[in-house]
C-alpha cells in the first residue's frame, strides 16, 4: 500500500480534488441548498474552479523548475483536463441553463459584454489542448504538439481577464489581480534566462543544503565521542 500511494498518490489526490467540487456542486443542486439565484451560483462555482485548475496545471513545469517536483508533471494533464471540464460545464450554466439555448440572445449577449468574450476565446484555444491531450495525438503531431500547447500560456490569461473584466470594480476586491500577478509569474519562469537562473540557484541551495548536512553531522559525532 506504501509503495503504491508513493507511486499514485499524488495522481488519486488529483482525481479526488477536481471531483469533489462537482459532487458538491450536483448534491447543492438537487437539494435546493444553492443560493436564491442558482443559475448565477452555479456559474461562480464551475468559473471558479475552473480557474483554480487551470493555474495549477500552469503551475506543475515552475514547481519542477524550483524544488525538482518531477510528481507535478505526471499530474499536470489531468489538471488541465479536469480545468476543461469545469470550462466545459461553465459554458453549459451558461448557454443552457441560464439563456435556454437562445442562439440569438447568446450571440446578442456575448457582443454586448467583453468579459464574455474574453472568456469564449480562452474556451476555444482551450478546445485543441484538450482534444490533442493523448499520447496518440502527441506522436502524431511530434513536435508541433508541444508548439500548440503553448496556447495555454495564452488561454490562462484570458481565462484571468474574464474573470477581472466580470469583477467590473477591483476596488475592494483584489482576487483578479492576486491571479493576474500569480499567472504573470508562472508564465515568467518559463522564460529560458529566468529558468536557468532559478535552476542555478536551486542547484546552489542543494549544495549549500548538502553541505550543512555534512557539517552537521560530523559535528555531532565528534561531540557524542
Known sequence: MRVWLRAHGLQALVHIGALIPLGVMIADYA?????????????????????VLLVLSLACTPLNTLFGFRGALRVRRALGLYGFLYVVLHLLVFTVLDYVGDLALIVQTVLEKYYIVAGL???VLLVPLAVTSTRGWQRRL?????ALHRLVYLAVP???????LLVKSLVGRPEPLL??????????????????AV?????????????WRVANRKWRMANSK
Not at 183 to 194: M, T
Open 31 to 51: 437539494q435546493d441548498r444553492l443560493t436564491v439565484n442558482p443559475i448565477q451560483e452555479l456559474t461562480l462555482r464551475t468559473g471558479k474552479v475552473a480557474l
Open 179 to 196: 491571479w493576474g500577478a500569480l499567472v504573470l509569474g508562472l508564465l515568467a519562469l518559463r522564460i529560458p534566462a529566468v529558468r536557468r
Open 158 to 164: 484570458l481565462a484571468v481577464l474574464h474573470f477581472a
Open 121 to 123: 476565446a480562452a474556451f
Open 142 to 146: 511530434g513536435q508541433r504538439w508541444r
Open 199 to 211: 535552476a542555478r540557484w536551486r542547484d546552489r541551495v542543494r549544495h549549500t543544503t548538502s553541505e
